[in-house]
Nanobody
Framework: VQVVESGGGLVQPGGSLRLSCAAS?????MDWYRQAPGKERELVAV???????NYADSVKGRFTVSSDNAKNTFYLQMNNLKPEDTAVYYC??????WGQGTQVTVSS
């Protein structure tokens, strides 16, 4: 399984970004993590096997995970971004396969 991320960048507070994880192979679950400078990596959102979706309290109501099965691609839609959302974002497929990470910077 290979996972390739895209979609990071610089955005102003209140703005939106959509991250993508394109995966090869059979994917039954996708986790999204982020790691800010000097902090531990934290779990942000999950599409679990069976399709249930869960979010960290810090992003609930602002971030949404989804998938396009035809493209074998998973998405993290991030709205109303805050400076504290600044981090490198990673996806992890099937609990084992990491993407390369993509930088998200929220700043005016």
């Amino acid at each position: 399984v290979q996972v390739v991320e895209s979609g990071g960048g610089l955005v102003q507070p209140g703005g939106s970004l959509r991250l993508s994880c394109a995966a090869s192979g059979s994917i039954y679950a996708m986790d999204w993590y982020r790691q800010a400078p000097g902090k531990e990596r934290e779990l942000v959102a999950v599409i679990a096997s069976g399709g249930s979706r869960n979010y960290a309290d810090s992003v609930k109501g602002r971030f949404t995970v989804s998938s396009d099965n035809a493209k074998n691609t998973f998405y993290l839609q991030m709205n109303n971004l805050k400076p504290e959302d600044t981090a490198v974002y990673y996806c992890k497929a099937n609990g084992a396969y990491w993407g390369q990470g993509t930088q998200v910077t929220v700043s005016s």
